[in-house]
T-cell receptor
Framework: DAKTTQPPSMDCAEGRAANLPCNHSTISGNEYVYWYRQIHSQGPQYIIHGLKNNETNEMASLIITEDRKSSTLILPHATLRDTAVYYCIVRGYSGGGADGLTFGKGTHLIIQP | ETGVTQSPTHLIKTRGQQVTLRCSSQSGHNTVSWYQQALGQGPQFIFQYYREEENGRGNFPPRFSGLQFPNYSSELNVNALELDDSALYLC???????????FGQGTRLTVV
């Protein structure tokens, strides 16, 4: 699976949109971009995933650039409960799920009141 | 619909002992994966079970083993515990091996 690069930490004001970037310049054509987050001492929580089109669900939006080398997770109206470590993961399907998810260090997003 | 549940939530074991951790998958999910998360690190993939068979394995020694049962629940067994095995152990279930995984709250294992 391709490697991802994320900033180690970010701040965002409560009520504003939080935009979390991720670089994945070596992504290949059959690899998806997944986002998970982990609130302190809890299990990771699935947020969203996409291949090449932008995706939106009740939690967030995922914007993937046309060349697919980077993406941005957008939390439209951040709340204090969104403070967490956010992981961007690139995952291929050639091996099924047999390689598991490769978590890096993620971005520690801190929502400021 | 119940989510992924793990037991116990906390456990303390002595070096050299053996431990069994349990996971109940989300309803309708036939795939279970296990991860180890050391303090300050991201989760590391241990292995995955699909329809009662090991379907993939990360870089963990053979003393880490598992089982999946006909109801798709799963166990993680660790023999000859070492101090470095102290970690949060996470279980995740998914509909299929290559679909999004949903995690439990984890078991915090401390080896002394």
């Amino acid at each position: 699976d391709a490697k991802t690069t994320q900033p180690p930490s970010m701040d965002c004001a409560e009520g504003r949109a939080a935009n979390l970037p991720c670089n994945h310049s070596t992504i290949s054509g059959n690899e998806y971009v997944y986002w998970y987050r982990q609130i302190h001492s809890q299990g990771p929580q699935y947020i969203i995933h996409g291949l090449k089109n932008n995706e939106t669900n009740e939690m967030a939006s995922l914007i993937i650039t046309e060349d697919r080398k980077s993406s941005t997770l957008i939390l439209p109206h951040a709340t204090l409960r969104d403070t967490a470590v956010y992981y961007c993961i690139v995952r291929g399907y050639s091996g099924g799920g047999a390689d598991g998810l490769t978590f890096g260090k993620g971005t520690h997003l801190i929502i400021q009141p | 619909e119940t989510g992924v549940t793990q037991s116990p939530t906390h456990l303390i074991k002595t070096r050299g002992q053996q431990v069994t951790l349990r996971c109940s998958s989300q309803s309708g999910h036939n795939t279970v994966s296990w991860y180890q998360q050391a303090l300050g690190q991201g989760p590391q993939f241990i292995f995955q079970y699909y329809r009662e068979e090991e379907n993939g394995r990360g870089n963990f020694p053979p003393r880490f083993s598992g089982l999946q049962f006909p109801n798709y629940s799963s166990e993680l067994n660790v023999n000859a515990l070492e101090l470095d095995d102290s970690a949060l152990y996470l279980c995740a279930s998914s509909l299929q091996p290559d679909t999004e995984a949903f995690f439990g709250q984890g078991t915090r294992l401390t080896v002394v």
